[in-house]
């Protein structure tokens, strides 16, 4: 698998929920010129983010849609709980605990994960594990007091 498959980016988050964190990454996501993808669980949570990409920042929203929406392929940040790369997105996001499926498809795989949250943490390091036996490109990203993101490892 190695030098195969996206690049894996593990974010914990300790200092910052997903509210935040979530439309900043996306937002790099779409400046790159990269179409995302987020993959949620839960149908609920996916629209409560959804709704926080419109009003995330005062100068600003970011363009987006759900699955279950007309013409989800046009979408460049789509919210879906399945696998299927429906936007031919190149980034990923994995939030929520979602499947991990398939991610030949994208050039970056982003899992967030919350730090206060055991199961999570459980879950994360299971990931990890299985990803690095597997010989992915895996890397680990921590927010550091002043709220910037470092990479840990």
């Known amino acids: 698998m190695a030098g195969q498959g996206p690049q894996i980016w593990f974010y914990h988050l300790e200092r910052s929920g997903l509210e935040q964190v979530l439309p900043t990454l996306l937002d790099k996501v779409m400046?790159?010129?990269?179409?995302?993808?987020?993959?949620?669980?839960?149908?609920?949570?996916?629209?409560?983010?959804?709704?926080?990409?419109?009003?995330?920042?005062?100068?600003?929203?970011?363009?987006?849609?759900?699955?279950?929406?007309?013409?989800?392929?046009?979408?460049?940040?789509?919210?879906?709980?399945?696998?299927?790369?429906?936007?031919?997105?190149?980034?990923?996001?994995?939030?929520?605990?979602?499947?991990?499926?398939?991610?030949?498809?994208?050039?970056?795989?982003?899992?967030?994960?919350?730090?206060?949250?055991?199961?999570?943490l459980m879950q994360a390091r299971e990931r990890w594990k299985a990803l690095k036996a597997a010989g992915a490109d895996i890397s680990y990203w921590r927010q550091t007091l002043e709220g910037r993101w470092e990479k840990a490892g």
């Not at 996001?93 to 991990?100: A, C, L, Q, R």
């Not at 982003?110 to 199961?119: K, N, R, S, T």
């Open 31 to 120: 400046q790159a010129g990269l179409r995302a993808q987020v993959r949620v669980a839960d149908t609920d949570l996916a629209r409560h983010l959804g709704e926080a990409l419109w009003t995330w920042r005062d100068d600003s929203f970011l363009a987006h849609g759900h699955s279950s929406d007309p013409h989800p392929g046009r979408q460049p940040i789509l919210f879906t709980s399945g696998t299927d790369n429906v936007n031919q997105a190149q980034a990923l996001f994995i939030v929520d605990g979602s499947d991990f499926g398939p991610t030949e498809d994208f050039q970056r795989c982003f899992i967030l994960f919350d730090g206060q949250d055991e199961a999570a």
